[in-house]
């Protein structure tokens, strides 16, 4: 374990033309102070946790200080925003400090988010506000313990500083940490102003410090796009089975790696309920839930069309394509899973969209239905765990529960070896909206920043039970169920 200052620092992105970036350097808080730090974070980087009581930890981590080696820049992108291009984005208020290689070689992005203006930020303050800054903390983590592939954050910085958001709020700034930050508005930045040389130098990267198995083949940018199609798929396949809706699927927050980056007004189901918006700018429902799988096609179609210069159009179609396929596969397989499947039967697809049929209908827990179930019984019939009584309708369980049942028998095995697997993929604990609020009204509103920890604890092991925070699992009471969050951050 090293130092801040021991840090291998290196800057790749860096090395490409300067039209791919600005250097800037981040505008520091007066009294800045540290609000939470992740030590699992740190250990991705081969930072020793104890620097985190360094006086000057905060100071390095919030612009104050200059980590030895580390070149900041601000990168350039543009994107498609609630379908309509844009081409005035970048990173307005992030710097990226450089990448961190570890002991073992491998590398990441330091991320400094709300670092202050760049050249990108257009009339905004290059800012991020505490209380969004607590939710990506949060839920970056929440979505690394459920296996579903995201950014890291190793530390929040807090202020004094205010900035004036809807309301005047406290700034912050927090360290993202993840392998890439390229972005699918990365490659529409250059293609929508004719700069194609510039498509295929960042193709050209992101295969070199990427997908370097792909370099030496002869359709290497036919097999990246084909990569980053299944990546996505099999991403977007793991949000809908565990029930999480980003709210603000840009173009420019759609990661070349296949990552969930730029956490907004995201949101984990509380009932089953496709039509879900957590983002109260969504006015026309263009990212719930249910749309999810559908706007990450069109995003990779606009990814496909910023890569014509190096892919022709009828290979990308046919790539493209594939995508329905792949994404299909993966949201059964992990389905399946999540109802203790072991083997794969044709009426699989069928079981599945009648349960999700009868939890639309029904006005359950979304979450707490799948831990509950590894107690069904597949000995006898009809309801046999008290989940009908959950539904309105708990006949139209019960004829689920039947076929269940049935479906369970036609396998060996026994129902305790099939809950201790149901156990290992249906979390107790989600990163409920109700419960991400109350920390930050904590935070916000008293400065007590326990709340944070305790959260950030729990959801490192979704998936164990925790007795002592038992009531966390719970879902929001009422007047608290499926919050809707503001997109200023």
């Known amino acids: 374990m090293r130092k801040i200052t021991e840090l291998e620092f290196d800057n790749t992105y860096a090395n490409l033309p300067e039209e791919f970036y600005q250097r800037v350097k981040p505008t520091p808080f007066e009294n800045p102070r540290l609000v939470s730090f992740n030590p699992d974070a740190a250990s991705l980087i081969g930072l020793d946790p104890v620097e985190a009581g360094d006086p000057d930890f905060v100071n390095y981590f919030s612009g104050g200080k200059e980590i030895p080696g580390s070149d900041p820049i601000a990168m350039y992108y543009t994107g498609h925003q609630f379908g309509v291009y844009n081409p005035d984005i ?73 900035v004036e958001r809807e309301t005047p709020e406290t700034g912050a700034m927090m360290i993202r940490v993840s392998e890439s930050h390229v972005r699918f508005g990365s490659f529409e930045a250059f293609y929508y102003t004719d700069r194609h040389d510039c498509v295929g130098l960042l193709a050209d990267y992101v295969i070199e410090n990427h997908y370097h198995e792909l370099k030496a083949k002869r359709d290497k940018y036919v097999l990246l796009l084909d990569k980053i199609v299944k990546r996505t798929a099999r991403h977007v396949a793991l949000w809908q089975a565990y029930g999480f809706t980003h709210g603000v699927m840009n173009t420019d927050n759609m990661s070349a790696l296949g990552l969930t980056i730029d956490y907004g007004p995201f949101g984990f189901l509380e009932e089953y309920d496709p039509e879900y918006v957590p983002n109260h700018s969504d006015n026309f429902g263009r990212y719930s839930f249910g749309n999810q799988p559908g706007i990450a096609f069109w995003n990779l179609r606009m990814l496909a069309k910023a890569l014509t210069p190096l ?19 993966e949201y059964v397989q992990i389905m399946r899973k999540k109802l203790g499947l072991g083997e794969i039967m044709p009426e699989d697809g069928e079981l599945i969209k009648k349960l999700l049929q009868i939890l639309t209908e029904g006005g359950v827990d979304y979450t707490g239905f799948f831990r509950k179930l590894g107690a069904f019984s597949s000995n006898g019939s009809g309801d046999n765990t008290g989940l009908g009584g959950l539904f309105e309708n708990g006949s139209r369980f019960g004829e689920w529960a039947d076929m269940y049942a049935s479906r369970l028998r036609a396998e060996n095995g026994t129902d305790s070896e099939r809950r201790e697997r149901m156990d290992s993929v249906n979390p107790k604990y989600i990163l409920r909206s109700y419960l991400a609020e109350r920390a930050i009204r904590k935070a916000v509103d008293e400065h007590d920043y326990t709340e944070i920890s305790k959260i950030h604890n729990l959801l490192r092991k979704p998936f164990s039970e925790q007795p002592e925070h038992e009531s966390y699992s719970e879902p929001a009471p009422e007047g608290e169920k499926n919050l809707v969050i503001s997109c200023s951050s």
Not at 313 to 327: I, P
């Open 311 to 329: 892919i022709e159009r009828e290979r990308s179609e046919e790539v493209l394509e594939s995508f329905r396929g792949h994404y299909a596969a």
């Open 90 to 162: 970048g990173d307005g208020r992030a710097i990226l400090l450089g990448e961190v290689r570890n002991p073992k070689g491998r590398k990441w992005d330091l991320h400094l988010k709300g670092a202050g203006r760049t050249k990108y930020a257009r009339v905004f303050d290059g800012r991020a506000v505490l209380g969004s800054t607590i939710r990506e903390y949060l839920c970056s983590e929440a979505m690394h313990g459920l296996g579903i592939p995201t950014t890291r954050a190793l530390c929040i910085v807090g202020s004094n500083e205010r």
